[in-house]
């Protein structure tokens, strides 16, 4: 299988070297690209968009038609994973700062997005999570998102101080924390197997 990684901006090269482990821990043939191309987001079969500025990552994608090519492969039921910056991407319903900067959302999940929601006094923590379907989880949140709100359709994995960090709507995962910072692959495995189910 092939899995892109939105290169445009933001910790791409980490998820890049967590998801080829976790790939060698299913002892899945694979390969992993960083990308900033339309046509080899097309050719994929599974797609990570990475934390960053979402301001940045939306102008980037929505430029070169990478996210017309992302909203194929999740019409396709191909596995989309949002990470931090990429969750609010994910999301239908931006917040204020997301309507004041103009970003650009792809919509691919019924959920509300708070930009920063954890506030600047905790920039970066971390923090043991129970995710449903992956179990303890020692999460890593940096300038995070969180999702206050979902529709009924959509699966919630983890909470945290009453927001919802982690969430599931059929072959599309958000979550507001870092997976590709630990050396956890067990969030990477989670998603790959979307692929097979
Ligand atoms: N605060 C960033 C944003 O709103 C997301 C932070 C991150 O991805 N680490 O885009």
């Avoid at 945290?160 to 072959?171: D, H, T």
């Amino acid at each position: 299988m092939r899995v892109a990684v939105i290169g445009v901006q933001g910790d791409v090269e980490e998820h890049v070297i967590v998801t080829k482990k976790a790939l060698k821990n299913l002892k899945v043939d694979g390969e992993v690209v960083a990308t900033r191309k339309a046509g080899v987001v097309a050719r994929s079969d599974a797609v990570i968009i990475p934390g960053g500025e979402s301001t940045t990552i939306s102008k980037l994608i929505f430029s070169n038609s990478i996210a017309e090519k992302i909203l194929q492969l999740a019409y396709e039921n191909k596995p989309v994973m949002g990470t931090c910056a990429g969750l609010i991407l994910l999301s239908k319903h931006g917040d204020e700062q997301v309507a004041k900067t103009n970003t650009k959302l792809l919509g691919l999940m019924d959920i509300w997005v708070k930009r920063n929601a954890f506030g600047r006094q905790r920039e970066s923590f971390q923090v043991r999570l129970n995710v449903k379907g992956i179990g303890d989880y020692d999460a890593v949140f940096i300038r995070a998102p969180a999702i206050v709100k979902a529709e009924k359709n959509v699966d919630v994995l983890a909470t945290f101080e009453n927001y919802i960090v982690a969430a599931r709507q059929g072959k599309i995962l958000a979550l507001a924390f870092h997976p590709e910072l630990t050396n956890d692959t067990r969030v990477h495995e989670y998603f790959l197997k979307l692929a097979f189910d």
